[in-house]
């Protein structure tokens, strides 16, 4: 294992640790990364909204009338 | 007992929105959602004599949709698309020779406070425009990824992409996303 990573291979990391899937040496290369670099650090954070933001909920609902739509299309069909 | 016309009525008035938002979070066309939901019913209704009463009927439901959706991501996934992304960005649009951010490419300070509902909820919409302006592949490993929080072997198996592929398209679509939420959001 080198001694540094670059940030190409940071941002990989990041990417690959939300999967727990880092060695203990690649952990250990990731922290050290950033531990020296505030732009991955950023990246990292980013990375942590964007994955809230995505799994937000969506609270929009049918209207009365498109679920007559689905009943009345569904029921002209036979079972 | 009822008859079968109006059990069904009963599950669209009850089931139809939960459908309806599951779909959401998983595809940006609110009409394709509409119309999956729609299928979903409709395959429903023609098994409902094989509907054994073993699941809940929400349940029931939900495995349909879901298999409905897996379809359309199925078709949605075109080897031309996945080329185009490759195409166009690749890796040195970012990184310089040295494997480290070019200048314009800097990660930059995000100042978005989710405790400030006002706030959270501007910055959802900002954030979902830019999610629409990402290839369908693209939101489709996103969903894959965090919303189903399915593994990458199983999302590459899926949708038959390679393993490198994968962290392309998905380290793609992040950058996408920053610079579209860094022009909509952050300059305010």
């Not at chain 2, 599951?22 to 409709?42: G, I, Y």
């Not at chain 2, 930059?108 to 830019?130: L, P, T």
């Amino acid at each position: 294992m080198s001694r540094t990573i670059s940030c190409k291979q940071a941002v990989d990391l990041i990417s690959k640790k939300e999967e727990a899937k880092l060695s203990a040496t690649q952990r250990f290369a990731l922290w050290r990364h950033l531990a020296v670099c505030s732009l991955c650090r950023t990246f990292s954070v980013q990375n942590k909204i964007i994955k809230k933001a995505l799994t937000q909920e969506d609270y929009r609902v049918l209207t009365t009338e498109e679920k007559e739509v689905i009943v009345k299309t569904v029921l002209q069909t036979k079972p | 007992m009822m008859d079968k016309e109006t059990i069904f009525r009963a599950w669209v008035s009850e089931h139809s929105d939960a459908l309806f938002r599951f779909a959401l979070q998983r595809l940006q066309d609110d009409e394709l959602c509409k119309d999956l939901v729609q299928d979903a019913f409709l395959a429903a209704w023609r098994n409902v004599d094989g509907y054994k009463g073993e699941a809940s009927v929400k349940n029931w439901l939900f495995v349909i949709l879901k298999s409905k959706i897996t379809d359309h991501y199925r078709k949605a996934h075109t080897r031309l698309e996945v080329d185009t992304i490759l195409r166009e960005h690749n890796d040195h649009t970012f990184f310089d020779e040295q494997d480290h951010w070019r200048k314009g490419m800097y990660p930059k300070q995000w100042r978005v406070d989710f405790s400030n509902r006002v706030e959270a909820k501007e910055f959802q919409q900002v954030f979902d425009s830019c999610g629409k302006k990402l290839k369908e592949i693209q939101n489709t490993v996103f969903v894959m990824k965090y919303v189903d929080g399915l593994d990458s072997e199983d999302i590459c198996k899926e949708l038959s992409l390679s393993s490198s592929n994968y962290w392309v398209l998905l380290h793609r679509a992040k950058v996408q996303l920053r610079a579209c939420l860094e022009k909509n959001w952050m300059q305010k």
